[in-house]
RNA sequence: GGAGGGAUGGCAGAGCGGACGAAUGCACGGCUCUUGAAAAGCCGCGAGACCUUGGUCUCCGUGGGUUCGAAUCCCACUCCCUCCGCCA
């Protein structure tokens, strides 16, 4: 969440800011109101508290110099403050809780470098590689769901059996393309990131820190018996890995990488991007996340960036990379950079990551702050996560770019240590 | 799943109805001593909110309760440790 007190002191500036994406001025208004309620409320309730509790101490002197019928009178004084008190308590609880609400579904600002626009139309292409389109052969333009159907190492029709549309089923070199996928990413990044295995099922505070609670509850899986959420990234469990907790600004930045499953019940693109592994309601994804401070994160951002980018050249894969405008941005964003490749069977660009700059957002959620270096007050870290990348349509782009005219599948050489024997997945 | 023990500041650890936001040690910051360092000594040092050179309030796992007053008593929950059972 943003700082209440920006809002307080600068509400021009808030309503500026969050106007460019799409945040009704009104709404600023709304919780300058909450505000001032809520402290209204909690200053009344302190008064009264500080009542009691200066007659509570005169209870406790009148009852140690045994003038025991003074001590009665106090008491009886106090114990009617304290009624009030527990009015004034109610209201400002109920103030607070209000204002809370509305500040857990505001957006993060937007950096000042995030391009203007509304949506995804108006997103920017920073760059491309290669800078044009190859041409691709008649091979290479068949949807991977065939090319998997025939090659027999992908099976959505089982993987509904057993789920559902939308949760893909691999088998033989298609699962072991993906295991291969995980490996070569997490050794890639092991010179800087520490490899973390965190769990996939977790607890509301957990999703509510990174911003996936409240707002988009009807996203998540939740299970009810045991009150747990199916995480959608390794976002969410690394954010919370050090909630709470107050860092040495020497040990910034902290960095993170991790493979987990992924799952999205995707309630909002209901009928969208149906076929194959477009959009599934499972994945793995490799995820690179960064504690840093105000000034390490511009550099960071750049370099998750680059990291994403390095894994797709090294696939051979075209990709693009987008400049997310204001308007397009997730909730707790400030600055988004989107890597889409390009699939050439089913002729379209696919998200295969999203690396973004959270500036103290979620730590203000999660309450993660650091000591700067010489002491002083803790302040709240920043937060970066970026996929490196998401492999189910990592997978659908290589399958279709690697195809030959025999049908064949060649895979890129950086993958072969990993491969177990076979380079490639042979026509059947 | 059953039985028992525990959760206190950055860490360790005392406190078990009022003088406790909390002893002590370590860590950390400043100073003295020293050519410098170490050691020693002195001082400081939890977090947050709201009004303001000071004050008020909150926080001792979480949530309720008892009381004029709760870190301290009661209830529930969560997590950790030990033992038993089950288990990949």
Redesign the pocket.
């Given at each position: 969440m943003i700082d209440?007190?920006l809002v307080?002191d600068d509400p021009a500036a808030v309503r500026a800011a969050l106007g460019r994406r799409g945040v009704d001025g009104a709404e600023i208004d709304r919780l300058v109101g909450l505000d001032d309620a809520a402290?209204a409320e909690?200053?009344r309730?302190?008064?009264l508290?500080?009542q009691?509790?200066?007659?509570?101490?005169q209870?406790?002197e009148a009852?140690?110099d045994g003038e025991t019928q003074r001590?009665e009178a106090?008491?009886?004084e106090?114990?009617a403050v304290?009624e009030s008190e527990g009015q004034a308590a109610e209201a400002a609880d109920a103030a607070s809780e209000a204002l809370r609400q509305a500040l857990l579904y505001l957006p993060n600002l937007p950096s000042p470098d995030a391009p203007d626009g509304g949506g995804p139309e108006d997103n920017v292409v920073a760059r491309s590689w290669p800078a044009e389109l190859p041409a691709y052969t008649d091979a290479q333009r068949v949807p991977h769901w065939e090319v998997g159907t025939e090659l027999g190492i992908l099976d959505m029709e089982r993987g509904a059996k057993l789920s559902g549309s939308m949760f893909p089923l691999y088998r033989g070199m298609g699962a072991r393309l993906l295991r291969a996928l995980t490996s070569f990413a997490l050794d890639h990044h092991a010179d800087a990131f520490e490899e973390i295995r965190p769990p996939t099922m977790v607890r509301t505070e957990t999703m509510v820190s990174t911003g996936h609670l409240p707002k988009f509850v009807d996203e998540a899986y939740h299970l009810e018996r045991d009150d747990l959420w199916a995480i959608p990234t390794a976002e969410v469990p690394l954010t919370s890995m050090l909630r709470g907790d107050?860092l040495a600004e020497a040990d910034l930045p902290l960095r993170f990488t991790a493979a987990t499953p992924c799952f999205r019940r995707e309630a909002g693109a209901a009928g969208r991007d149906t076929r194959g592994l477009l959009r599934v309601h499972e994945f793995d994804k490799v995820e690179l996340f960064a504690y840093a401070t105000a000034d390490q994160a511009p550099a960071l951002l750049e370099e998750m960036v680059g990291r994403a980018e390095r894994l797709l050249t090294e696939l051979g894969l075209a990709y693009r990379v987008l400049d997310l405008c204001a308007g397009d941005l997730g909730l707790s964003a400030a600055r988004t950079f989107d890597l889409e490749v390009y699939a050439p069977g089913v002729d379209q660009w696919l998200e295969v990551s999203s690396v973004s700059w959270c500036t103290d957002y979620q730590a203000r959620r999660a309450n993660i702050?650091y000591?700067p270096d010489?002491?002083?007050?803790?302040?709240f870290v920043h937060t970066l996560n970026g996929s490196a990348l998401a492999w189910a349509r990592i997978w659908a782009a290589l399958i279709e770019t690697g195809r030959q005219d025999d049908g064949s599948v060649e895979l890129p050489p950086v993958l072969h240590p990993y491969l177990g024997g076979p380079t490639r997945i042979d026509a059947r």
């Open positions: 209440i007190r307080r402290r909690i200053g309730r302190d008064d508290r500080a009691v509790n200066a007659l509570s101490r209870v406790g009852r140690r001590a106090l008491a009886a106090s114990r304290g107050i702050r000591r010489g002491g002083g007050s803790p302040v």
